[in-house]
């Protein structure tokens, strides 16, 4: 007989084990949450060679390296800790060995989830020496709430319990032996900058410290001591009184308050956008206007962060106000602030004065001629409270006019200000003894805190990232500041490689091998791809051929990538992390490990590949007949360029099959190109440059160029669009609840009052938006005959009124917004390239169990998980955009200071430019050659005609010259290095029609 | 379950005969052995099981909080109480589905009725003013009937609602600042009724004691045979009785002493003169406040057990 015993728990022990709590739920339910929990006697303590416990890790006898404790110490570190000094944990001289609490890792997790991130992958990577102890689940150490104690009390006592019982549990273990030596028992030292929590625990007879006095016990303490955030901890010896300066900024409401107030309509909630023109102001865009509510001046702005998630309160409608039409940087107004004692007053008033003065031009002007159209006016009103910080790390240069002493051999701490490479952020306020060393550096500085009474955050230095300018600074500090993960895979990520590595292969045909399984042989098929010159991750290719009933077959082949990355396994969590792989000037962050994306799953010609397969049956009028997707396996017969396809195609003397089948695609890509457009379709433009690199070695830049566009784009183009609206449609049909596909929004009308109103009066063309087919119509009626690119720099700034395309889930949002905009497409997806983006891999997943070749991983079956991972995916490609974006600006920037000083000599780069924008002091240009823009600053007044987008000026020779937006002017472009941050800045200035140098 | 005519005049002639005679000795007036435990359902605001002889009800008390426009537009700004019962198939392996929803629904009608006198709703109900209030969800399963299943229904809800606690909340609001431009013109919390939503005080925290717990009712079933009546009839004794009379009282500590209320009385069976009813409304009075007094009694020890439990495991 078996013997069966049930051990049920008595009625008693409910008080220890019944975790019971309270929650509201977003739609104001109350719920009430039980969780159950198990106490054991066999959590390990984690100590190496423990009596008792099994599978330590922690170094027996503790580290000696702290001067107090020369027995050896272990550190348990407070929820604080990890909340405010992550950093300082993070740093590799921090080496002490760490017995983290299951209760602080909680708290961690409730109190901020960046954060709490941070700490897993800290406690994962190996690195450190960390053990984390369950003290929740062993007897000795899991407490029960008493009666009136708050949560926060709860965790405290339950973090000194741990503590307490850590230190019996080493005498214990180690006990006195007679006739051996008495055992060395190293100290389990909690540290916490709770004053009142180490009072409690001096009182319970518990080591303890603060994150200071510890770090100053510890023999490098020179390299910690800057990482040590600011805190309004006490003891913080340079934590200056502040009464005595004035309050700047008013006080947040509390969090409850805020909610009650978004909740009945009188607050707004949004994500704070600092304007990168002006710094006194920003806007917040909220769902109740049409237009963002804009907030001016400091008190307003009420020391929010690019990209805080704020609640703002509106003014009545009699004040708002217009956004103002002037540049205003703070480099130049705030240049005689002083770090140290920034709340001076008279300094203060100086600084007020200025700013004021900087707010109010522009403003008087309009109060004067005060009736200005209502439509220009928006909401305007001020920030009452934050709901999210967003703040993180950011690359700053140290502002060298902030140093008190430049001596290299200073070592006293000083305060100083970083400046943001973003200009949307403030400066930031750091004190560091490292100062005249980090002076030219990049270095990365995480704000703290800003209070009340601070002009400016607080923040800490993190690390330096090297010279400014080094390419390798550059690249890094590009990457951190879109937040871009370029870290390399880890060993856990490869270790989902297949085992052969590079040898591995398609598996020889047999019926026994799962990788032939419901595969097609496609193998003799005319299959070739074409790509960019130079491309390693070749992920589409395609065939095309004549049917004997006079229809076209075509395929698109995509590389098999679900086949590697399967699901929910290491790899797939870090690609999903990932988002997208992203490319720079110069190199490449790969979104899954190379071995998959340059061999592997690389449709390389020439080569067997495992592939996902979409085929047509199309009429040559490129019709569909009928549409089927399988696995299959494929073996590319050629990798062409766009260019070498190109002539191929062109070359009337070639005549080989797969020629044909290039013409074959180009003829149906052309029909389809058309189709799209009368249903349509948007022709849109982004300036787009190719940076010429001298050589692969030295990758300096030698010159910008604009980057051509030949058919063969366009064909693949087509191909690649037919394919995902193929694979959208099904995967929508067979999973309406989470298929993954992409959509973009049709912009709302009011983005185009501005440019319809810039061409009514500059050129009398008028821009019909009423749909993406009208705009299309209309966008081709706006050429200037005397200028071939102005219906592209048109195009340009219509894109930019536009939303951003998005991947979205489709149980989330309702069918009718599921269209693409853009293409004119009622449904879309992406599919084509799952090497390089990780929504890709998601539909082939879910196209692969839509074809029943295999079941569906229950993962993409739950909406609420599929919307978490494309929110990351889609931030991941905006961030992805950008950082693109801002490598090729700054080679841009490498290649005209080359152009500038080539043979030698300083010359001047001329380009033709055309003003896009037009301020009360300066032109916002765009140059397209180099596809940068800039603004032209002028000194002195001008007369300038807000309403006609016009302004004149007169230069010093007496010439009269009116510029408006659209017009051609030529520009000086130089790079000018600041003085004070280093940065590499491009400069502009007029040099027709009028030259503006010295205006 | 069906019984035979004689067995019913053999327990009716025990019940008459002097001095009477119970199947399980009892006196006419004994109640067989109650079990009353609280807190049974962690997952509940508050529960109760209360067993007595063959019979055993479990009850478990929900706090939801409703809104003003709710979907059924039945919002109560001073909260409300909705009372089911569900008799289980396992109670009544004779009964058929259709039998035993019409059993759950006389039940929970009688149950209703008494509940939804707005003289018995707790006063603290009340979330944000007249916006949001709780609503009190009393759910009953009758586990077992081994007869007096009303007078066990009644006592165990009232020790769930005993037992149930309602989350302390804390009303919030935003009021605009009055004077724009002035900064320190900002008036932030106000406890007035212009409270827009609400915030649970302590997560933690059980909350607060429904008002007036004590003046939850109670129900006596006097069981009526020619002269005598009798109390706590098993199945078979009250088949034997010729009529039943519930009286359904309140009690509170100041009608302790005094006269308690009434909230109900129910007749079923014979044709009876009223005045009859006059003649045991004393009676069952003073068992109703002997039932009372002891529930109260053990009510309080399982609470105070409950929180030295607690203390005790520090």
């Known amino acids: 007989m078996v013997d069966i015993t049930i051990r049920k728990r008595p009625y008693a022990d409910a008080v220890v084990t019944q975790r019971k709590f309270l929650k509201k739920t977003a739609r104001g339910k109350v719920v009430k949450i039980l969780r159950e929990r198990y106490l054991r006697d066999d959590v390990a303590c984690g100590i190496e060679n423990c009596r008792e416990c099994d599978g330590g890790s922690l170094p027996f006898s503790g580290v000696a390296s702290h001067k107090d404790y020369p027995q050896g110490h272990f550190l348990l570190p407070d929820t604080n800790v990890f909340l405010h000094q992550m950093d300082l944990i993070e740093s590799p001289h921090f080496t002490s060995p760490l017995i983290i609490l299951q209760t602080v890792v909680e708290e961690v997790r409730h109190r901020s989830l960046p954060l709490h991130s941070r700490l897993k992958a800290l406690i994962t990577s190996g690195d450190k020496k960390i053990w984390t102890f369950y003290n929740e689940f062993r007897s000795q150490t899991a407490v029960v709430r008493e009666d009136e104690e708050s949560p926060n009390d709860r965790n405290d006592r339950s973090i000194r319990k741990a503590t307490a019982w850590y230190n019996t549990h080493l005498e214990l273990t180690r006990p006195v032996r007679r006739g051996q030596p008495k055992p060395v028992i190293p100290t389990i030292i909690l540290m916490t900058d709770d004053a009142a929590n180490r009072q409690k625990a001096k009182e319970e007879g518990i080591p303890c410290h603060s994150t200071r006095s510890y770090i100053e016990g510890l023999s490098n303490f020179d390299d910690l001591s800057d990482l040590l955030a600011a805190t309004d901890s006490n003891d913080l010896p340079e934590a200056t009184a502040s009464s005595r300066n004035v309050t700047l900024y008013s006080d947040y409401l509390p969090m409850s308050t805020l909610v009650a107030g978004v909740k009945g309509g009188q607050l707004h909630q949004g994500h704070f956008n600092a304007n990168q023109y002006n710094y006194l102001e920003g806007s917040v865009p909220v769902p109740a206007f049409s237009k963002p509510v804009l907030l001016l001046g400091r008190e307003n702005m009420n020391r929010a962060v690019q990209g805080d998630v704020v609640v703002v ?220 010159p ?340 889609n931030r991941r490609h905006r961030m992805a955009q950008m950082a693109g974006r801002a490598s090729v600006e700054f080679y841009v920037g490498l290649a005209l200071k080359a152009r500038g000083t080539r043979d030698g000599k300083a010359t001047e780069v001329q ?75 491009v400069a502009m200035s007029l040099i027709s029609p009028v030259n503006t140098t010295g205006l | 379950m069906s019984t035979s005519k004689s067995e019913q005049s053999y327990t009716a002639q025990g019940l008459i005969s002097n001095p009477p005679l119970r199947s399980d000795g009892r006196s006419l007036l004994d109640y067989r052995p109650i079990c009353m435990s609280t807190g049974v359902y962690p997952q509940a605001n508050g529960s109760a099981k209360v067993e007595c002889g063959g019979s055993e009800v479990v009850v478990g008390v929900m706090c939801e909080i409703d809104h003003e426009g709710n979907e059924d537009h039945s919002f109560s700004a001073n909260g409300r109480i909705k009372c089911n019962v569900l008799c289980t198939p396992s109670a009544y392996p004779a009964h058929s589905p259709p039998a035993l929803d019409d059993l759950s629904y006389d039940l929970s009608v009688i149950l209703s009725d008494v509940y939804s006198d707005p003289g018995l709703l707790p006063s603290n109900l009340v979330v944000v003013p007249g916006r949001k209030s709780w609503t009190i969800h009393i759910d009953a399963l009758v586990t077992a009937d081994g ?106 500590q100041s009608t302790l002493e005094g006269n308690p209320t009434i909230r109900g009385i129910k007749y079923f069976g014979e044709a009876m003169p009223l005045k009859n009813v006059h003649t045991h409304m004393p009676n069952a009075q003073n068992y109703a406040r002997e039932l009372y007094s002891s529930s109260q009694m053990q009510l309080g020890v399982e609470e105070s057990s409950r929180r030295q439990g607690r203390v005790a495991w520090r």
């Open chain 2, 147 to 252: 007869g007096n299943l009303l007078d066990v229904l009644f006592l165990a809800v009232r020790a769930a609602l005993w037992n149930c606690r309602v989350p302390s909340t804390k009303n919030i609001e935003y009021k605009g600042s009055s004077q724009l431009g002035n900064e320190s013109a900002f008036v932030t919390q106000h406890r007035t009724s212009h409270a827009a939503d609400f915030e649970i005080k302590d997560f933690w925290e059980d909350g607060e004691s429904l008002a007036n717990r004590e003046t939850f009712p109670i129900a006596i079933t006097l069981n009526l045979l020619s002269s005598i009546h009798f109390l706590d009839a098993t199945h078979l004794e009250s088949m034997a009785a010729q009529s039943r009379l519930i009286f359904i009282y309140s009690f509170s």
């Open chain 1, 534 to 873: 130079g491309c390693q991750d070749i992920d589409d290719a395609l065939h095309a051929r004549m049917l004997p009933n006079g229809n076209i077959e075509a395929g698109v082949h995509i590389a098999d990538v679900s086949r590697f990355v399967l699901p929910d396994n290491p790899m797939d969590s870090e690609a999903a992390a990932r988002g997208t792989t992203v490319y720079l000037v110069d190199n490449r962050i790969d979104m899954l490990p190379s071995l998959l994306g340059t061999n592997l799953c690389s449709l390389r010609p020439h080569v067997e590949r495992l592939a996902f397969s979409a085929i047509w049956e199309l009429t040559p009028e490129a019709k569909i007949v009928q549409t089927r997707f399988t696995k299959s396996v494929i073996a590319s017969k050629a990798a062409f360029t766009y260019e070498e396809a190109q002539i191929r195609k062109d070359d009337p003397h070639r005549d080989d099959d797969l020629t044909k089948s290039i013409r074959l695609l180009n003829s149906l890509a052309l029909k389809l190109k058309a189709a799209r457009m009368a249903a349509g379709a948007l022709n849109l433009a982004s300036p787009e440059v190719k940076i010429h690199l001298d050589s692969a070695e030295s990758s300096d830049p030698i010159d910008v160029e604009q980057k051509e566009m030949r058919e063969t784009n366009s064909l693949v183009e087509e191909f690649m669009l037919l394919a995902n609206i193929s694979v959208a449609q099904k995967i929508q049909e067979s999973f309406p609840q989470t298929a993954v596909l992409r959509r973009h929004l049709p912009p709302p009308r009011t983005n185009f009052e501005k440019l319809q109103d810039i061409l009514q009066k500059r050129r009398g063309m008028t821009l019909d938006v009423s749909s993406s087919g009208a705009l299309a119509d209309s966008l081709d009626q706006c050429v200037d005959p005397n200028e071939p690119a102005f219906n592209t720099l048109v195009r340009i700034m219509a894109t930019r009124c536009m939303l951003s395309a998005e991947y979205f889930c489709s149980g989330s949002v309702s069918k009718d917004t599921f269209g693409h905009y853009g293409l004119a497409s009622p449904i879309y997806t992406h599919f084509t390239s799952p090497i390089r983006r990780y929504a890709d891999v998601l539909a082939h997943r879910q196209l692969a169990a839509a074809i029943g070749y295999q079941s569906l991983h229950p993962s993409l079956h739950s909406k609420q998980h599929v919307e978490t991972i494309l929110t990351n995916v």
């Open chain 1, 313 to 532: 309160e509106v003014f009545p409608e009699t004040e708002w106000k217009a956004p103002t039409d002037e540049v205003v940087d703070q480099d130049s107004t705030l240049k005689n602030d002083d770090p140290d004692n920034s709340g001076d007053e008279e300094e203060d008033a100086e600084i007020d004065a200025e700013e004021a003065k900087a707010l109010g031009r522009g403003r008087q002007e309009k109060t004067q001629s005060s009736v200005k159209p209502s439509s220009e006016r928006q909401p305007t009103g001020r920030i009452v409270g934050i709901i999210k910080r967003n703040w993180r790390a950011y690359v700053c240069h140290i502002d060298g006019g902030s140093l008190s002493s430049t001596l290299s051999t200073s070592l006293s701490q000083q305060s100083v200000f970083a400046i943001p490479v973003s200009r949307l952020l403030p400066r930031i306020r750091l004190r560091t003894r490292q100062a005249p060393t980090l002076l030219g550096q990049k270095i990365l500085v995480t704000i703290d805190r800003w209070d009340l009474t601070s002009r400016y955050p607080e923040g800490h230095f993190v690390r330096a990232l090297g010279r400014a300018e080094s390419k390798e600074a550059e690249q890094e500090s590009l990457l951190l500041e879109y937040e871009v993960p370029y870290r390399p895979f880890g060993k856990a990520i490869l270790d989902c490689l297949p085992p052969e590595g590079d040898s591995w292969v398609v598996p020889p045909k047999s019926s026994t091998s799962p990788d032939w399984q419901n595969r097609e042989d496609l193998r003799d098929l005319l299959i070739c791809s074409i790509d960019p």
């Open chain 1, 911 to 985: 380009e033709e430019a055309f003003v896009i924008k037009v301020f009360r002091n300066g032109v916002g240009v765009f140059v397209s050659k180099l596809g940068i823009e800039g603004v032209v600053m002028f000194k002195n007044d001008h007369k300038f005609d807000p309403d006609a987008y016009t302004i004149s000026l007169t230069s010093s020779a007496g010439k009269e010259a009116t510029i408006a937006v659209f017009d051609r002017v030529t520009v000086s472009i130089s790079v000018e290095k600041d003085k004070n941050t280093q940065r590499g800045k």
